[in-house]
């Protein structure tokens, strides 16, 4: 230990201090009574996103800290505001989202006496993040900041709680020595494949389905895993969450698995012989939900037990899933070199059937919507997609219709931020603002229902003058579709339990930094998405209001009896 000190005014001076040395650049959030926070905010040069509501603050960090892999900061209050936002902690934790929440919090003294907004706020976070902890003593800030960036980037990543009580808030903080920093990570070279269960169970396949979840995002660099399943000629799937960890427009992407899957997309995952998952919780939306899971061993590899599931039959690997597949990968080359068997002909000339046969299926749903009144979802998708530019991101909510866009070939390609299985309403159309502000190179498109966007809008309307270029396309049924569809499936009357309004009038939204449309005419919707896009692309945001009507639901969802037809 040196001699070498630093003084602190407060602890949050310190924390920021800390922040700054560790790569954080934005913080989102609501604070409390107490601004010191954003005092020291702006000394450090660091921005604060200002929320209306700490749920939407919750959705804004975990938007940003999906899209960047890096990790995101969220200032609350106490009491209500952590409530309030326990459901952004449960998003961000399902997601493996790596936010920091920083919240305020009761003085010890005053602790057990009925302080205003007192809250055991440790017992109420503690089931929804990785780490709670309550900070008792000024000595105690700078570890236990250093402890909670280091346990919400992982591996395996996710959310974590850090209360700072009022009396430990305005206490000098002294650190003497030098200051700690996050742990060094250890770079990995690719390993030769360990034989075991896992590999001879790939070596076996001839019929082989790779499956990629959200984990992968940010850990395929270089295209290991398309890699790995050309050299395993295996069909490639994606769970909702996975999506842009791979490049759809590879010859063997086949879409997202499970509920969202295409009848011919289906059929191919039906015949596999092998399932292959990688950094992905096998989740009620992925093994049911019109695909039939066939009974077929299940290869599961996952970073975090908690991911790997005890209710497949075959090996579970705990590691890294990139450096599985590479190992893997490696170990198949050797074969090769050693004559032994690839996947079957048959097999890569099934996924190529299925895939020409989902795309002329798009062509036929696009010709049914043409010859209807109105736009129609699958229209919308394709002139979003047509008048995107390279770079991209479509960030998702989980409404009946929204999730045309999970449903591929209908939206392929570029980036994609969905809700995890939880679908917390609004997810989506809060996240967008801190996707945009992650990647503000990238043109961000929020894909959400009116609902959505009402919970969001007062985020929408405070962020545009600062934080727009963010174009919002919303679906207006007037409500929610999906209870209104589970409604019709039970004949009730639809004028006492009215979950849509059909023809309402959709939310406006007005201001010099906001540009905003109802789209009605098919003749005109290319032009206008790309007047939008001009007026996003000058920092403006822009919210295009696309009134739908109950029967536009996507081919899975009607195909699979979700819905009553």
Aim: charged share 20%; with cysteine; aromatic share 6%.
């Amino acid at each position: 230990m040196t001699g070498v000190s630093k003084r602190y005014a407060d602890a949050w001076t310190a924390i920021v201090d800390l922040l700054v040395a560790n790569g954080v650049d934005t913080c989102f959030g609501l604070p409390g009574d107490d601004l010191e926070l954003l005092r020291a905010l702006d000394a450090a040069g660091l921005d604060l996103v200002p929320c209306r509501d700490q749920r939407n603050a919750m959705y804004m960090a975990t938007g940003y800290a999906l899209q960047s892999g890096r990790p995101a900061v969220c200032a609350l209050g106490k009491g209500p505001a952590v409530t309030h936002a326990a459901t952004g902690l449960l998003e961000a934790r399902e997601s493996g989202a790596p936010v920091l929440v920083l919240a305020a919090g009761v003085p010890e003294r005053r602790r057990g006496s009925g302080g205003f907004q007192e809250l055991d706020q440790v017992a109420v976070t503690a089931p929804l993040v990785r780490w709670a902890h309550r900070v008792g003593h000024p000595d105690r800030v700078v570890p236990a900041t250093v402890t909670a960036l280091t346990r919400a980037v992982g591996p395996p990543p996710g959310p974590v709680y850090l209360e700072i009580p009022d009396d430990v808030r305005t206490a000098e903080i002294l650190v003497t020595g030098p200051q700690p920093t996050l742990p060094e990570p250890l770079p990995l070279e690719p390993m030769p494949a360990t034989p075991g269960p896992a590999l001879a169970a790939i070596r076996a396949s001839r019929r082989p389905v790779v499956l990629v979840g959200g984990g992968m995002r940010h850990r395929n660099d270089g295209g290991a895993v398309e890699g790995f399943a050309e050299r395993l000629g295996a069909a490639l799937f994606t769970t909702a969450s996975g999506r842009g960890a791979v490049d759809e427009r590879h010859p063997l992407f086949c879409g997202v698995a499970g509920l969202y899957a295409a009848a011919p997309a289906r059929e191919l995952w039906s015949s596999c012989d092998l399932v292959i998952s990688l950094a992905g919780r096998l989740e009620e939306t992925v093994v049911e939900g019109g695909t039939p899971w066939p009974p077929v061993p299940v290869v599961q590899v996952n970073i975090d037990p908690g991911g790997l599931s005890a209710e497949f039959p075959g090996p579970r690997v705990l590691g890294d899933a990139r450096h599985a597949v590479l190992g893997w990968t490696r170990a198949l080359d050797e074969d090769r070199e050693a004559g032994h068997a690839d996947a079957t002909e048959v097999w890569a000339d099934k996924i190529s059937f299925a895939r020409k046969a989902m795309s002329l299926d798009v062509e036929a749903e696009l010709a049914r919507a043409a010859a209807l009144p109105g736009v129609r979802i699958p229209e919308l998708l394709a002139a979003l997609d047509a008048t995107a530019g390279e770079h991209h991101v479509l960030v998702q909510e989980n409404g009946l219709q929204d999730m045309w866009s999970y449903c591929f070939p209908f939206h392929v390609g570029g980036g994609s931020l969905v809700p995890s299985e939880q679908t917390p309403l609004g997810f989506g159309a809060a996240a967008a603002i801190g996707v945009k502000r992650a990647a503000p190179d990238h043109e961000v498109t929020a894909f959400v229902g009116d609902g959505a966007f009402l919970a969001a809008r007062a985020e929408i309307a405070a962020t545009a003058p600062a934080h727009g270029g963010i174009l919002y396309v919303v679906l207006c049924n007037g409500g929610y579709g999906w209870l209104d569809a589970q409604r019709a499936r039970l004949g009730l009357d639809a004028e006492r339990h009215p979950f849509t309004r059909p023809g309402a009038p959709p939310p406006v939204v007005d201001g010099p930094d906001l540009l905003y449309r109802v789209l009605r005419d098919k003749a005109t919707l290319t032009k206008e998405l790309l007047a939008a896009r001009r007026f996003c692309s000058q920092g403006g945001t822009a919210v295009l209001m696309v009134p739908v009507v109950p029967d536009d639901i996507p081919p899975p969802l009607r195909e699979g009896g979700v819905v009553p037809q």
